[in-house]
Nanobody, 113 residues
Framework: QVQLMESGGGLVQSGGSLRLSCVVS????????LGWYRQAPGKQREFVAR???????NYADSGKGRFTISRDNAKNTVYLQMNSLKSEDTAVYYC???????WGQGTQVTVSS
Protein backbone atom coordinates (compact mmCIF):
# COMPACT_ATOMS: atom_id res chain seq x y z
CA GLN A 1 0.00 0.00 0.00
CA VAL A 2 1.38 3.36 -1.03
CA GLN A 3 1.30 6.09 1.57
CA LEU A 4 2.45 9.69 1.42
CA MET A 5 3.21 11.58 4.63
CA GLU A 6 3.77 15.33 4.53
CA SER A 7 5.44 17.34 7.26
CA GLY A 8 7.07 20.69 7.80
CA GLY A 9 4.06 22.97 7.76
CA GLY A 10 3.40 25.54 10.41
CA LEU A 11 2.92 29.20 11.21
CA VAL A 12 5.42 31.64 9.76
CA GLN A 13 5.57 35.39 9.33
CA SER A 14 5.35 37.00 5.93
CA GLY A 15 8.75 36.89 4.27
CA GLY A 16 9.77 33.75 6.12
CA SER A 17 10.60 30.28 4.86
CA LEU A 18 9.41 26.74 5.31
CA ARG A 19 10.57 23.41 3.97
CA LEU A 20 7.93 20.79 3.38
CA SER A 21 8.78 17.11 3.17
CA CYS A 22 6.81 14.20 1.80
CA VAL A 23 7.96 10.68 2.61
CA VAL A 24 6.58 7.99 0.34
CA SER A 25 6.25 4.39 1.47
CA UNK A 26 5.23 1.39 -0.58
CA UNK A 27 6.57 2.70 -3.89
CA UNK A 28 9.91 3.75 -5.31
CA UNK A 29 9.63 7.42 -6.14
CA UNK A 30 12.41 7.21 -8.71
CA UNK A 31 9.93 5.97 -11.31
CA UNK A 32 7.29 8.66 -11.00
CA UNK A 33 6.59 12.35 -11.22
CA LEU A 34 5.85 13.88 -7.83
CA GLY A 35 4.02 17.08 -7.18
CA TRP A 36 2.87 19.57 -4.61
CA TYR A 37 -0.61 21.07 -4.62
CA ARG A 38 -2.37 23.37 -2.20
CA GLN A 39 -5.88 24.23 -1.18
CA ALA A 40 -6.84 27.44 0.55
CA PRO A 41 -10.14 27.78 2.46
CA GLY A 42 -13.03 28.14 0.06
CA LYS A 43 -10.87 27.54 -3.00
CA GLN A 44 -10.13 24.61 -5.28
CA ARG A 45 -6.96 22.61 -4.97
CA GLU A 46 -4.29 24.11 -7.21
CA PHE A 47 -0.98 23.04 -8.66
CA VAL A 48 2.18 24.35 -7.00
CA ALA A 49 5.14 22.41 -8.42
CA ARG A 50 6.16 19.07 -9.91
CA UNK A 51 9.35 17.15 -10.49
CA UNK A 52 9.67 14.34 -13.00
CA UNK A 53 11.61 11.12 -12.59
CA UNK A 54 14.33 12.76 -14.70
CA UNK A 55 14.51 15.73 -12.36
CA UNK A 56 12.76 18.26 -14.58
CA UNK A 57 10.71 20.79 -12.67
CA ASN A 58 7.67 22.96 -13.29
CA TYR A 59 6.15 25.66 -11.11
CA ALA A 60 2.94 27.60 -10.93
CA ASP A 61 3.48 31.28 -11.64
CA SER A 62 2.61 32.06 -8.03
CA GLY A 63 5.69 30.23 -6.77
CA LYS A 64 8.29 30.88 -9.47
CA GLY A 65 11.45 32.32 -8.01
CA ARG A 66 10.31 31.58 -4.45
CA PHE A 67 9.62 27.83 -4.33
CA THR A 68 11.99 24.98 -5.13
CA ILE A 69 10.95 21.35 -5.48
CA SER A 70 13.52 18.61 -5.10
CA ARG A 71 13.68 14.89 -4.53
CA ASP A 72 15.92 12.42 -2.74
CA ASN A 73 15.29 9.03 -4.27
CA ALA A 74 17.45 7.30 -1.68
CA LYS A 75 15.19 8.63 1.07
CA ASN A 76 12.02 8.24 -1.02
CA THR A 77 11.26 11.85 -0.19
CA VAL A 78 10.22 14.94 -2.10
CA TYR A 79 10.70 18.44 -0.72
CA LEU A 80 9.26 21.88 -1.28
CA GLN A 81 11.43 24.78 -0.13
CA MET A 82 9.32 27.89 0.17
CA ASN A 83 10.96 31.28 0.61
CA SER A 84 9.62 34.82 0.79
CA LEU A 85 6.27 33.50 1.92
CA LYS A 86 3.19 35.66 1.53
CA SER A 87 -0.18 35.58 3.25
CA GLU A 88 -1.71 34.26 0.04
CA ASP A 89 0.45 31.14 0.36
CA THR A 90 -1.67 30.11 3.34
CA ALA A 91 -3.20 26.73 2.51
CA VAL A 92 -3.08 23.03 3.14
CA TYR A 93 -0.25 21.61 1.04
CA TYR A 94 -0.59 18.13 -0.44
CA CYS A 95 1.96 15.79 -1.92
CA UNK A 96 0.98 13.88 -5.08
CA UNK A 97 2.30 10.64 -6.56
CA UNK A 98 1.48 10.85 -10.25
CA UNK A 99 1.98 7.23 -11.29
CA UNK A 100 -0.56 5.86 -8.86
CA UNK A 101 -2.66 8.96 -8.32
CA UNK A 102 -1.96 8.93 -4.61
CA TRP A 103 -2.33 11.91 -2.26
CA GLY A 104 -0.98 12.64 1.17
CA GLN A 105 -3.13 13.89 4.02
CA GLY A 106 -1.77 17.44 3.75
CA THR A 107 0.15 19.81 5.97
CA GLN A 108 -1.10 23.25 7.00
CA VAL A 109 0.93 26.31 6.10
CA THR A 110 -0.17 29.60 7.62
CA VAL A 111 1.58 32.84 6.77
CA SER A 112 0.81 35.79 9.01
CA SER A 113 1.06 39.30 7.62
Amino acid sequence: QVQLMESGGGLVQSGGSLRLSCVVSGSRISITTLGWYRQAPGKQREFVARITSAGNTNYADSGKGRFTISRDNAKNTVYLQMNSLKSEDTAVYYCYHALGGYWGQGTQVTVSS
